[in-house]
C-alpha cells in the first residue's frame, strides 16, 4: 500500500530536508542519555538500597522532563510538524521558525537535566530559566499549528479534535510543569517540598500522559494507522462520542486530587477515583476503536512495526486497568499510598504504551534502505523482545515490591533490559532517519520506496 499523502508530509523549506528525521534523531539521543539511560542507573540504585526514596525526587523528576520533553516532545514536534500541515492541506507557516526549535528545546532539556538534578543556589536559577525556555517552545510550537490551521483546505475530522486537545494539554501542562519545577527547586523546607510533590505531582503526570500524550496519539491513529498499517478504519462517530468523556476525565481528575489534598475531603478523592475510571473506560474504548488487532490488509513481516502498535495497546490496558485497581492495593495492604504501584502503572503506560507507540509509528514511516524491498520493513525481534521483557519486568516486580524485598533485583535489572532493547532499535532505525535527512529530493525519493512494495489490498 503507498503510504497516503497525509501520511508523507511536506518539506521544509527548499532545498532542505524533511522535518522529522532529525527531531527523531535527538529525541533517541537524549532518551539514552538523559532519559531512559539515566532512569536504569536510578532504578539500579533504587534497587541496590531496595528503596525507592533512596534517589532524589530532583533527580527522578530531572529523568522525567527529559523523557516528556526530550522523547516524547520531540517525537510530537518532529511528526506535527511534518504531518499536520499534510493532514490540513496546508502550508506550515515560518518553516525556518520551525526548524530552530529543535536544537533550542535540546538545550532546555539538556540545562535542565544537569540543574534540576541538584537544584542548590544558583543551579534552581538555571533549571527554571530552562524549563521557562521550554514552556516559550511549546507555546510557539501550538501557535505555529494555530495560524497553520487557519491556512486548511482540507475538510475537518474528528482526529484533528484529538490533536487539538493534545495541543491544549501540552501548553496546559508545561504551564503547570514550570510551576512546580520552581516551587519545588525553590522548596524553603522538605516538608514545603513534600507537600508540593503529594498535591502537584499526579495531576502534572496526567495532563502530560492522559492529556497530551494519549490525545495525540489517538488523534494520529485515527489519521494514519489504516494508511501505515492496513488496518480498518476506526468508527468516527464513536471517536467522536468518546472525545468529551476523556479530556473532561483528565481535566475532573487533574482538578480534584489537589483539591482532595489540600482540604483533605475523603469524598472528592472518591469524586477522582470516579474520574479516573471514566477516563480508563473511554481511553480503552477509544483504543479498542482503532481496531489494530484485525486482520490487516496487508502481508506484513513477523516483526513488522504493527508488531509495536499491537503490544502498546496491550500494555495501555495493563496500565488502565492498574489506575483503577490503585486504591484497592493500597486497601488490601493497607498503605494511605503504594508508590510501588504507582510507579509501575506510570511506567506501563509511559514506556508501554506511549512509547511503543512512537516506535511503531516511527519504524514504519521512516524510508527502508534503497534496494531492500519487502525485507526491509522488518524489524529485528531482539528489541521488541527486550522492551517487552524490560517493561514486563518492571510493572511486575515494583508492584511485588511492596510485598517482598527481592523483587527490587529483577526490578532494577528491567531498566538495563529496556535501555538495551532501545539502544538496539536505534542502531536499526538511526541509519535511515540519517539518509532520510538529507536534502529534500533524494529523502522524497527514499520516502517513496520505502512505501511501495507494500500492495493496496482496500
Ligand atoms: C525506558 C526506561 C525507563 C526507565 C529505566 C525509567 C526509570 C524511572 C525511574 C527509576 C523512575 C523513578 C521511580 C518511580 O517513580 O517509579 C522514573 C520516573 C519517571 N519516569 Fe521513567 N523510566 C523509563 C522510561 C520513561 C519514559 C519513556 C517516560 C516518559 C515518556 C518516563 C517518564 C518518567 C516520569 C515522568 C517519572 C516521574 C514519575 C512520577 O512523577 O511519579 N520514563 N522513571
Redesign the pocket.
Known amino acids: 500500500m503507498p503510504m497516503p499523502p497525509a501520511a508523507r508530509g511536506q518539506p521544509g523549506p527548499a532545498g532542505r530536508g524533511l522535518l522529522y528525521p532529525r527531531f527523531f534523531l535527538a529525541g533517541i539521543a537524549l ?1 539514552l542519555s538523559a ?2 539511560g539515566w ?2 542507573w ?2 539500579l540504585r ?1 534497587a541496590r538500597e531496595r528503596d ?1 526514596a533512596e ?1 532524589s525526587i530532583f533527580e ?2 530531572a ?3 527529559a ?2 520533553y526530550g ?2 516532545g520531540l517525537f510530537i514536534a518532529g511528526f506535527a510538524l511534518q504531518m499536520f500541515p499534510a493532514f490540513w492541506g496546508a502550508r506550515l507557516v515560518a518553516p525556518r521558525l520551525a526548524r530552530a526549535l529543535l536544537p533550542a528545546m535540546v538545550v532546555a532539556v539538556v540545562l535542565r537535566a544537569f540543574t534540576e538534578a541538584r537544584p542548590d543556589g544558583r543551579f534552581a536559577d538555571l533549571a527554571i530559566a530552562a524549563g521557562a525556555l521550554q514552556f516559550a517552545l511549546v507555546l510557539l510550537l501550538v501557535g505555529l499549528f494555530a495560524a497553520t490551521a487557519r491556512r486548511r483546505s482540507a475538510p475537518g475530522r474528528v482526529a484533528d479534535r484529538f490533536l487539538a486537545a493534545g495541543l491544549a494539554w501540552f501548553v496546559l501542562a508545561s504551564a503547570l510543569d514550570l510551576r512546580h519545577l520552581a516551587r519545588t527547586v525553590r522548596a524553603p523546607d522538605r516538608e514545603a517540598l513534600l507537600a508540593e510533590i503529594a498535591t502537584w ?2 495531576p ?2 496526567d495532563l ?2 492522559h492529556g497530551l ?1 494519549l490525545s495525540m496519539i489517538l488523534g494520529v491513529s485515527l489519521r494514519v494507522l489504516p494508511g501505515l498499517f492496513g488496518t480498518p478504519l476506526a468508527d468516527e462517530r464513536r471517536a467522536r462520542r468518546l472525545f468529551w468523556p476523556i479530556q473532561l476525565a483528565v481535566f475532573a481528575a487533574a482538578m480534584l486530587f489537589p483539591l482532595a489534598m489540600a482540604t483533605r475531603r475523603p469524598l472528592l478523592l472518591v469524586g477522582f477515583w470516579i474520574a479516573t475510571v471514566v477516563f480508563a473506560v473511554a481511553a480503552a474504548l477509544a483504543a479498542a476503536n482503532l481496531q489494530v488487532f484485525a486482520r490487516p490488509r496487508v502481508e506484513l513481516p513477523r516483526v513488522s512495526p504493527l508488531a509495536f502498535v499491537r503490544a502498546a495497546h496491550v500494555w495501555l490496558v495493563v496500565s488502565l486497568a492498574m489506575l483503577v485497581a490503585g486504591p484497592f492495593w493500597s486497601w488490601l495492604l493497607d498503605l494511605p499510598f503504594s ?2 504501584w ?3 502503572t ?2 506501563a503506560i ?2 508501554g504504551f ?2 511503543f507507540m512512537m516506535i511503531g509509528v516511527a519504524s514504519r514511516i521512516t524510508p527502508r534502505p534503497p534496494g531492500s524491498g519487502a525485507a526491509g520493513a522488518a524489524l529485528p525481534l531482539a528489541p521488541f523482545a527486550l522492551l517487552n521483557l ?2 514486563a519486568l ?1 510493572v511486575s516486580q ?1 508492584v511485588l515490591t511492596d510485598l517482598m524485598p527481592t523483587a527490587f533485583v529483577p526490578a532494577g535489572v ?2 538495563v533490559i ?2 538495551t532493547g ?1 539502544a538496539w532499535w536505534a542502531t536499526w532505525i538511526v541509519p535511515r532517519l540519517v539518509r532520510a535527512n538529507r536534502p529534500i529530493a533524494s529523502a522524497r525519493a527514499a520516502l517513496a520506496e520505502a512505501t511501495e512494495p507494500i500492495p493496496d489490498g482496500r
Do not use: K, P
Open positions: 532518551t532519559g531512559a532512569g536504569a536510578l532504578l533504587i525507592f534517589v527522578i523528576n529523568h522525567g522532563q523523557q516528556i522523547w516524547m505531582q499526579l502534572l503526570r502530560q500522559i500524550a508508590h510501588a504507582h510507579g509501575a506510570r511506567h509511559t514506556v506511549v512509547s524490560g517493561c518492571r515494583q528491567s531498566g529496556e535501555v532501545l
